[in-house]
């Protein structure tokens, strides 16, 4: 496991709602926790954090629920949401959770694992929410199997 559970279902989250912005609607909680398999509580926090950090609005009322401006999802990388969510954990923490893993201490499969590590965080900065919701979009992807 690469991301907190949190983490997973944040992406899953704003992924989600991105893909139902494409389309001009709003998202409520119960949408989101069930379209994303994740409890209704712990959904509410995970949204809380990403509203904060700008990344999804929300607004209050009969009409209201959750949603992304498009033409910002152009800019949102999956390293935004990501840090919002874990932190900067994706760029320190080891694979196998050792505390102390490096260069000059590494664990069992550090040597083979930064390579990939190398390869998720270029792909983190360059994947696009805009990407990913279209993807979700047009059938290439799903958030739930």
Do not use: W
């Not at 929300?58 to 800019?75: A, E, P, R, T, V």
């Amino acid at each position: 496991m690469i991301f907190s559970k949190a983490c997973e279902y944040g992406i899953k989250a704003t992924v989600y709602i991105a893909q139902k912005s494409l389309n001009k609607e709003q998202c409520n909680l119960t949408d989101i926790s069930n379209e994303i398999d994740s409890p209704k509580a712990f959904t509410a926090k995970i949204l809380q954090k990403l509203v904060r950090a700008g990344i999804v609005n929300s607004s209050k009322g009969k009409l209201g629920g959750f949603g992304i401006n498009m033409k910002d999802s152009k800019k949102i990388k999956l390293i935004d949401v990501i840090t919002a969510i874990d932190g900067n954990m994706i760029e320190k923490t080891c694979v196998l959770g050792l505390k102390k893993c490096s260069e000059d201490h590494p664990c069992p499969v550090h040597n083979q694992f930064k390579f990939i590590k190398k390869d998720l965080l270029k792909m983190v900065h360059k994947t696009t929410l805009s990407d990913m919701s279209r993807s979700v979009d047009i059938g290439l992807s799903c958030l739930k199997i």
